[in-house]
T-cell receptor, first 114, second 113 residues
Framework: DQQVKQNSPSLSVQEGRISILNCDYTNSMFDYFLWYKKYPAEGPTFLISISSIKDKNEDGRFTVFLNKSAKHLSLHIVPSQPGDSAVYFCAARGYSGSARQLTFGSGTQLTVLP | KAGVTQTPRYLIKTRGQQVTLSCSPISGHRSVSWYQQTPGQGLQFLFEYFSETQRNKGNFPGRFSGRQFSNSRSEMNVSTLELGDSALYLC????????????FGEGSRLTVL
């Protein structure tokens, strides 16, 4: 039972254009959402997050949108750069018993073409 | 400040063997979590330790176990290895707080032959 889904395993975008990565979730109790970026042979690094009480959070070229009614969040990268080529994971924070836990999606490989 | 350190980075084992992976969290971080990454499956949560106690556990068989020491360093062990255990095992530490942001190590790449 995948509670966090990234239905696009890969995405290719031209340099300078917008990249939109999508993520769907099923658990309405998730209260915080995060995006991580992962390069090969490195661990994931935190990119941007959003609380469930907000619908948008912006940090430079990165914006995350949250649509709670649709249980959907998206990451927009504008403009896309070749260095953005990586695997992007969305993650949702919920509780398992009394402990917080992050549940990750399966990732989307973004390729930005020069 | 040093990041999360995982050892070994790469290892090869055969079916039936057991393996121990080590993780040193960022100084001051008391929570350590372990994840398994396989192609197409994303990051699957294994367990979390806080102050030497397992605080949370994912849906993995009992062959997967872990522990945390008083200095917050953590180890995970997989016994009776199976081919399907081949994966990247990631350790993450967190300072706590409300965001739940995790700081990951580079991982230990396990290949089971």
């Amino acid at each position: 039972d995948q509670q966090v889904k990234q239905n696009s395993p890969s995405l290719s975008v031209q340099e300078g254009r917008i990249s939109i990565l999508n993520c769907d979730y099923t658990n309405s109790m998730f209260d915080y959402f995060l995006w991580y970026k992962k390069y090969p042979a490195e661990g994931p690094t935190f990119l941007i997050s959003i609380s469930s009480i907000k619908d948008k959070n912006e940090d430079g070229r990165f914006t995350v949108f949250l649509n709670k009614s649709a249980k959907h969040l998206s990451l927009h990268i504008v403009p896309s750069q070749p260095g953005d080529s990586a695997v992007y994971f969305c993650a949702a924070r919920g509780y398992s018993g009394s402990a917080r836990q992050l549940t990750f999606g399966s990732g989307t490989q973004l390729t930005v073409l020069p | 400040k040093a990041g999360v350190t995982q050892t070994p980075r790469y290892l090869i084992k055969t079916r039936g063997q057991q393996v121990t992976l080590s993780c040193s969290p960022i100084s001051g971080h008391r929570s350590v979590s372990w994840y398994q990454q396989t192609p197409g499956q994303g990051l699957q949560f294994l367990f979390e330790y806080f102050s030497e106690t397992q605080r949370n556990k994912g849906n993995f068989p009992g062959r997967f176990s872990g522990r945390q020491f008083s200095n917050s360093r953590s180890e995970m062990n997989v016994s009776t290895l199976e081919l399907g255990d081949s994966a990247l095992y990631l350790c993450a530490s967190t300072p706590g707080g409300e965001t739940g942001e995790l700081f990951f190590g580079e991982g230990s790449r396990l290949t089971v032959l």
